[in-house]
């Protein structure tokens, strides 16, 4: 009974359109007066709540347990955090997707000065970082093809902001698994930035280092550190998903904006 239940939930995992009854139970396998009976109790326990057409979406109580969640991921990144800092005395931080833009979680400052151009909470185009570029290069196709379809903020004279060169270096990130940038966000910094993967292989989130300009001429000497690092969260943070390292806000409202869509095509 336990693993009807979570089959239901699993349906919302990795779409979070609402769904009929009955297309519940077409995606589980579940008989249909089974999955009335199950979805009434998720219903009850407001794990499930339905729309205003009568169709079904992960509830409120369940973005409440995945605050708890959540925090306890950014509690393991952050000693973490901390000793890739103290490996490389720059500034470091953890860094996830929001739509077209990067969300800073996390940042440990270094004693270089480097120019600010982001803060904790902070946001900035995936296409300018190199946090976003790592995300947006190990992303689905129809991410990176939404991405690029829209016209490209210009942070500096050398942000790239051509569709087709941008795709050309994303398929270059890809391949050696790292992205750097050199004055794209603001004149004066050089950033490189690693992926972090979770359990299915998806990429949730990315850590980054961030160094003046004059220092960023070999940035992939940091890459050791910053690898090992990157393993080592994936392997501390176990079975969490990494999208809850999102403030518990956040991943309502963009679950909320999800469930407006019919989810991603294909």
């Known amino acids: 009974m336990t693993g009807r239940v979570l089959s239901i939930l699993a349906v919302f995992e990795e779409n979070l359109s609402p769904r009929s009854l009955t297309e519940i139970s077409d995606e589980t396998g579940i008989p249909l007066s089974t999955a009335h009976r199950l979805v009434g109790e998720l ?4 794990a499930l709540q339905r729309d205003g057409h009568g169709r079904y979406q992960i509830g409120l109580r369940l973005w409440e347990l995945g605050m708890h969640a959540g925090r306890q991921v950014r509690d393991i990144a952050r000693p973490l955090l901390q000793d890739l800092y103290s490996l ?3 500034t470091v931080h953890l860094a996830v997707r929001e739509g077209r833009d990067v969300l800073y979680i996390d940042r440990v400052y270094g004693t270089r000065r480097v120019p600010q151009a982001s803060r904790v ?4 185009p995936l296409h300018a ?3 976003g570029k790592v995300i947006l290069a190990f992303e689905g196709e129809w991410v990176r093809d939404a991405v690029l379809a829209q016209p490209l903020e210009s942070r500096t004279a050398r942000t790239r ?4 060169v941008l795709a050309r270096e994303l398929v270059t990130v890809r391949e050696r698994g790292y992205a750097v940038t ?3 966000v603001r004149v004066g910094s050089a950033s490189i930035a690693v992926p972090l993967f979770g359990r299915d292989g998806a990429v949730g989130a990315a850590v980054g280092l961030v ?4 220092n960023g001429v070999n940035l992939e000497r940091y890459l050791p550190a910053m690898r090992g690092i990157a393993r080592r969260i994936e392997s501390s943070v176990g ?3 990494l999208a809850s390292l999102r403030p518990a806000k956040r991943r309502a409202e963009v679950a909320s904006a999800e469930q407006k869509t019919t989810g991603p095509p294909g």
């Open 43 to 46: 219903e009850a326990w407001d």
């Open 88 to 90: 490389t005395q720059e």
């Open 121 to 124: 909470g902070g946001r900035l």
């Open 129 to 131: 970082t190199a946090v």
């Open 161 to 164: 902001v051509d569709p087709a």
């Open 182 to 184: 050199l004055d794209e």
């Open 211 to 214: 160094t003046t300009s004059e």
């Open 239 to 241: 079975a969490f998903p």
